[in-house]
T-cell receptor
Framework: KAGVTQTPRYLIKTRGQQVTLSCSPI?????VSWYQQTPGQGLQFLFE???????NKGNFPGRFSGRQFSNSRSEMNVSTLELGDSALYLC???????????????FGSGTRLTVV | SQQGEEDPQALSIQEGENATMNCSYK?????LQWYRQNSGRGLVHLIL?????REKHSGRLRVTLDTSKKSSSLLITASRAADTASYFC???????????FGEGTQLTVNP
């Protein structure tokens, strides 16, 4: 079956712009989580969605937002981009139905965002 | 700070040797998971071990969990060059509702 699909794979944006990243989870997976990965901070949790509701949010400023659609596809948006937002953004889906990650995550290949 | 801390940060071995990576965590967990990441790609789930389990196997992988010491180890037997990757442990905290990742161990397997 198809894996987790993230688009686009690469993005170059200018400071101050905004960006939208997309994630299509594995069919049947309703939980979608987003992580930011940088060399200095490692993997940092952004947020998690289930059935169109944000269930959990990490410690990121309000410039980072997301949403989930009825087909479980998810988007995340970053407004007013800063140089420090340059990172690999990873989306993961899982079979978990409750708020606990009781199943392994399936990750997409990520979106590499570069802010110049 | 990261919940899980992997040790060592980097490991270089020859093909055919075994590789052992360790993960320590600070608070009680429901489960602990190991992932592999190849050079800036997405993470691949390897094994999930629950807090009431002590050992799990999957092919050449063996994971142990010692909840009294708050630590886990990942053993890769008979390593191959294709095992070269970063390996992360991730914890599902009893008090939380997200997977928290460690900083990873960079494994290099030399042919």
């Amino acid at each position: 079956k198809a894996g987790v699909t993230q688009t686009p794979r690469y993005l170059i944006k200018t400071r101050g712009q905004q960006v939208t990243l997309s994630c299509s989870p594995i069919s049947g997976h309703r939980s979608v989580s987003w992580y930011q990965q940088t060399p200095g901070q490692g993997l940092q949790f952004l947020f998690e969605y289930f059935s169109e509701t944000q269930r959990n949010k990490g410690n990121f400023p309000g410039r980072f937002s997301g949403r989930q659609f009825s087909n479980s596809r998810s988007e995340m948006n970053v407004s007013t981009l800063e140089l420090g937002d340059s990172a690999l953004y990873l989306c993961a889906s899982s079979l978990s139905r409750g708020p606990k990650p009781n199943y392994g995550y399936t990750f997409g290949s990520g979106t590499r965002l570069t802010v110049v | 700070s990261q919940q899980g801390e992997e040790d060592p940060q980097a490991l270089s071995i020859q093909e055919g040797e075994n590789a052992t990576m360790n993960c320590s965590y600070k608070t009680s967990i429901n489960n602990l998971q190991w992932y592999r990441q190849n050079s800036g790609r997405g993470l691949v789930h390897l094994i999930l071990i629950r807090s009431n389990e002590r050992e799990k196997h999957s092919g050449r992988l063996r994971v142990t969990l010692d909840t009294s010491k708050k630590s886990s180890s990942l053993l890769i037997t008979a390593s191959r060059a294709a095992d070269t990757a970063s390996y992360f442990c991730a914890t599902d905290l009893t008090s939380g509702s997200r997977l928290t990742f460690g900083e990873g161990t960079q494994l290099t397997v030399n042919p």
